[in-house]
Nanobody, 120 residues
Framework: QVQLVESGGGLVQPGGSLRLSCAAS????????MGWYRQAPGKQRELIAT???????HYADSVKGRLTISRDNAKNTVFLQMNSLKPEDTAVYYC??????????????WGQGTQVTVSS
């Protein structure tokens, strides 16, 4: 059983930065892809960033250039560096472990989520 625990969320002013971490109790070895989703109040959950087993990254247009996903397989940890944050980035952010196919990224395990609030 894999458990994913996010941390690093909080309140930040517009233009500020946060770094989210996701610690996995099980392996996130090179065969697995990892992804971050977010869900804002009243909106559907959206996939915002993925990193493949080989290290290739993909981002939603809404966060491209501002967010960076990375992974440390030795520490079973995935990160999401968030810069130039906007109020519309306010959401609960979820870490996932999954797999990628030609048709996209498919999460298999989810963390409990961490709240990010961007407000002055």
């Amino acid at each position: 059983q894999v458990q994913l625990v996010e941390s690093g969320g909080g309140l930040v002013q517009p233009g500020g930065s946060l770094r989210l971490s996701c610690a996995a109790s099980g392996s996130i070895s090179r065969i697995y892809a990892m992804g971050w989703y977010r869900q804002a109040p009243g909106k559907q959950r959206e996939l915002i960033a993925t990193i493949s087993s080989g290290g290739s990254t993909h981002y939603a247009d809404s966060v491209k250039g501002r967010l960076t996903i990375s992974r440390d397989n030795a520490k079973n940890t995935v990160f999401l560096q968030m810069n130039s944050l906007k109020p519309e980035d306010t959401a609960v952010y979820y870490c996932t472990r999954g797999r990628t196919f030609n048709t996209g990224y498919y999460p298999e395990y989810w963390g409990q989520g961490t709240q990010v609030t961007v407000s002055s």
